[in-house]
């Protein structure tokens, strides 16, 4: 009670309006959204958002890659995301002797632009709604799955680029289509160093205030007649009619701001027992697990320039759910938002006699299950993270296919891409680490095998190199057949296999009971002329709010903005985490910030605002009232990233990389004038 009233007092005018900047809504819901939007400041008509018709503002929104967002900046296809997003291409570009992740990376023509197999992206058109289309095909026999495949099949499609989704929403009780077209030729065209896109690393990690310049730039290619194409050197910039507007007058506190992405995934319905079973049992053991991983390869990435390289971009992996994962514990914990939830819940429950019920029923299924649960979590944590499981995986399929006969040059690639960022003793140790956890934990059940023995100096030390290119394999192929691992992937998957045998048809009964549940929660909703918006599944989403700091303590306050200021006050020379290159630091202590200072003469860093984000919000733009682009989503708050289970405009903040920095990195600091010549920015 304590806690919860300390919420209530420590809350800014924010939150007067309670339900404001809550839920991530389609581009096809906006427009019933226009009321509330327009209390909040917003100044746009709906159909700037978002149009059917074409013209909106999601035309020049793009999915990056498939797992962040990014926008249009130009009419060359010029591409602003993340630098994290970013970070495997920039990474793929770099050596020890040519690191860009170190000195960052500037093209100073087209032709120096980096091409990146594999990375695309998709322009989404059009969202709709088509649950009538998807339970008529249901009501005639097919399941849902396929009958989603059937709505999605029957869309015009006039060659491959065109992308049909259906996806289910609120537990299978709607559906949604997205129409999108995808672009797969994508290079790099800039990016500052590490120590500008990654300032604070991993200390300042979901941490505000905030000063990392988390930007990246890309440019989309298309065939000459402009339709989308795979690489190729005759491939010519993209012709955007419309890109993004940039504004150079920001945004200050209540101000109306507005986020487009593609958030990944949020449980905002899920039942109270489950939410209170990840906060007490499955986030706390994701959090230690990960914490024996980190300290271990942060030990060797402090001395080895090499391992550094190597681990870089896996490290923020890990450290990223690992620390988010401890901010939703301690978060929840601070607002009461258990209690929040249960009264929720409560609520819903007596709007039916099903529902006590099916709540009954989730709390008696979450305890059954969780032994299970607990178990699958540790070979989830183990499996991806221990190289040499994933060594035997891909020498085995190697192995395989010279037996067959087949074509070797996939699966050898897939062992030197493997190869190139993997240090096997350094492995070893965290393996050592994660299986002693496991072990230690009685509640749970363990690996029957003795994994020890794989976890032995000897093993790390005897892995086969790879030939050099354009020599024999025979040597590794002897000593990979008769290495001590070889067998340990397959043996450990199929213990897993055989766990989630079980376990998966007992998960499946559980969300049956999920599609009942959500469908009383639209209908109470209904009932109460309320419209709730659905979980995050990365699909195109518009969130608002408003700029603004709050109280995250009793006497403490986080103001709406950081400043250079505060980038040169965290600089220490040789940390990893807080150095900055000498020209760099050199140019923000003259002060010169041109065009892009605030009216008192500062250069503005980073911003908040109470818009619901979630991973895959990493690169959406921030709108302004006008929808003009203001900012570069890339975080959430320690305090508020609970937000994926409860939302609370009072403590739940996105940041963002004001746009104002991002113009003066590229512009006074790189002087890259021909990026800036590309862009439509209003002064």
Request: with cysteine.
């Amino acid at each position: 009670m304590k806690k919860m009233l300390l919420a209530v007092l420590s809350a800014t005018a924010l939150s007067s309006a309670p339900t404001w900047a809550q839920g991530m809504w389609f581009p096809h819901e906006v427009a019933s959204r226009k009321a509330d939007m327009k209390a909040l400041g917003m100044r746009m008509k709906p159909e700037a958002v978002y149009s059917a018709a074409g013209g909106g503002l999601n035309e020049s929104v793009v999915h990056f890659g498939g797992f962040c967002t990014g926008e249009v900046i130009s009419s060359k296809g010029l591409i602003l995301t993340n630098h994290h997003c970013g970070y495997d291409a920039i990474q793929s570009h770099s050596s020890l002797e040519d690191n860009l992740l170190e000195h960052g990376f500037w093209a100073a023509s087209y032709a120096d632009e980096k091409p990146n197999p594999g990375l695309f992206v998709d322009f989404v058109l059009r969202t709709e709604d088509v649950t009538l289309a998807v339970q008529s095909l249901v009501s005639k026999g097919q399941d849902p799955a396929e009958a989603m495949k059937s709505v999605a099949a029957a869309q015009p499609k006039t060659d491959a680029s065109w992308i049909y989704s259906v996806k289910p929403l609120f537990a299978g009780n709607r559906y949604v289509l997205t129409t999108a077209r995808r672009y797969p030729d994508v290079r790099l065209v800039g990016t500052p160093p590490s120590a500008v896109g990654k300032y604070g690393s991993d200390t300042d990690n979901w941490v505000w205030p905030r000063h990392t310049g988390d930007f990246s730039l890309f440019r989309v290619y298309t065939a000459p007649d402009g339709s989308p194409a795979e690489y190729s050197p005759n491939n010519v910039p993209m012709n955007v009619a419309k890109p993004l507007a940039i504004s150079l007058r920001g945004v200050e506190e209540g101000d109306f701001t507005l986020i487009y992405g593609f958030p990944g995934r949020t449980d905002s319905y899920m039942p109270v027992s489950e939410v209170k079973q990840q906060l007490d049992v499955m986030l706390p053991t994701r959090v230690a697990m990960r914490h024996e991983v980190l300290r271990t390869w942060d030990s060797a990435m402090r001395v080895d320039p090499k391992v550094k390289i190597q681990y870089a971009s896996k490290y923020a992996s890990v450290a990223n759910g690992w620390k988010k994962w401890i901010g939703q514990i301690e978060g929840m914990a601070e607002v009461s938002g258990l209690d929040t939830l249960a009264a929720r819940e409560a609520r819903v429950a007596a709007f039916s006699p099903q529902g006590r019920a099916l709540t009954e029923r989730f709390a008696q299924e979450n305890q059954r299950l969780e032994r299970d649960r607990w178990t699958a979590l540790y070979y989830q944590e183990l499996l991806p993270r221990w190289e040499l499981v994933t060594w035997s995986r891909l020498t085995t399929a190697y192995l395989k296919a010279a037996a067959m006969g087949d074509n070797l040059d996939k699966p050898r690639a897939a062992l030197r891409e493997l190869y190139q960022d993997w240090n096997p003793e350094l492995d070893r140790r965290a393996a050592v680490r994660l299986i002693a956890a496991w072990n230690a934990n009685a509640q749970v059940a363990h690996s029957e095998l003795d994994l020890s023995r794989f976890t032995q100096a000897s093993v790390a030390s005897s892995v086969p190199a790879l030939p050099a290119e354009g020599t024999s394999w025979d040597a590794f192929d002897a000593q990979a057949k008769a290495h001590a691992a070889l067998g340990l992937s397959g043996m450990l998957r199929e213990e897993f296999n055989a766990l989630m045998a079980r376990l998966s048809p007992a998960e499946s009964a559980y969300q049956s009971g999920m599609k009942d549940w959500m469908a009383l929660q639209l209908a109470a909703a209904a009932a109460g002329n309320r419209q709730i918006a659905a979980d995050a599944n990365s699909t195109l989403r518009v969130a608002y709010g408003r700029a603004g700091g709050f109280s995250p303590a009793d006497g403490m306050r986080y103001t709406t903005h950081t400043t250079a200021d505060g980038v040169l006050a965290k600089y220490r020379p040789g940390d990893y985490e807080f150095d900055l290159p000498e020209a760099y630091r050199a140019k923000l202590e003259v002060r010169d910030y041109g065009p892009y200072a605030l009216s008192n003469g500062e250069l503005p860093v980073c911003f908040l605002a109470a818009n619901h984000t979630s991973g895959g919000n990493s690169g959406s733009p921030a709108f302004n009232a006008q929808g003009e682009l203001v900012g570069l989503n890339f975080d959430r708050v320690w305090e508020g990233t609970m937000s994926d289970f409860y939302f609370t405009p009072q403590r739940c903040r996105n940041i963002m990389v004001d746009i104002r920095y991002v113009l003066w990195v590229v512009d006074r600091y790189a002087g890259a004038d021909r990026l800036i010549q590309e862009m439509n920015i209003v002064r």
